[in-house]
C-alpha cells in the first residue's frame, strides 16, 4: 500500500518561498507519477504540478507555470515542489497525491487516486 507523508508547509510573506516534500513508500513498480494538488477554501482541489519518477517530465497547470517547480529524489522516493513568488492566492491545503504503476499519464490530474494528508500554505499580504 502506497503512502504519501507531506512536510514543509506554513506561513509567509507574499512574494516569499517554500519547499513542500512528500516521501513516498510502498511503490512496487518504477513507473509512477507524483504530484502536488491544493485545495483552498470554498474551492474545489485543483492540480498543480506532476512528475514522471521514471523519467523525470514535468506537468503543470498554469496557475503553476513560472513560479512552481516539481522536483523528486528517486534515492529517497521523494517528491519536491519549491514555490516561488508565493501570493495570497496560493493559501491552501496542499496535497501530495501519486498514481502507483502509472504508465505515464502524469498530465492527467483527475487519474491520481492515492493522497497524503495534506500541509498547510498561508501566505500573507
Known amino acids: 500500500q502506497v503512502q504519501l507523508v507531506e512536510s514543509g508547509g506554513g506561513s509567509v510573506q507574499a512574494g516569499g518561498s517554500l519547499r513542500l516534500s512528500c516521501a513516498a513508500s510502498?511503490?512496487?513498480?518504477?513507473?509512477?507519477?507524483m504530484g502536488w494538488f491544493r485545495q483552498a477554501p470554498g474551492k474545489e482541489r485543483e492540480g498543480v504540478a506532476g512528475i514522471d519518477t521514471a523519467n523525470g517530465y514535468m506537468y503543470y497547470a498554469d496557475s503553476a507555470k513560472g513560479r512552481f517547480t516539481i522536483s523528486q529524489d528517486n534515492a529517497k522516493n521523494t517528491a519536491y515542489l519549491q514555490m516561488n513568488s508565493l501570493k495570497p492566492d496560493d493559501t491552501a491545503m496542499y496535497y501530495c497525491?501519486?498514481?502507483?504503476?502509472?504508465?505515464?499519464?502524469?498530465?492527467?490530474?483527475?487519474?491520481?487516486?492515492?493522497w497524503g494528508q495534506g500541509t498547510q500554505v498561508t501566505v500573507s499580504s
Open positions: 497525491a501519486a498514481i502507483p504503476n502509472s504508465g505515464g499519464y502524469c498530465w492527467q490530474f483527475y487519474a491520481y487516486n492515492t
Open positions: 510502498g511503490f512496487t513498480y518504477s513507473r509512477n507519477c
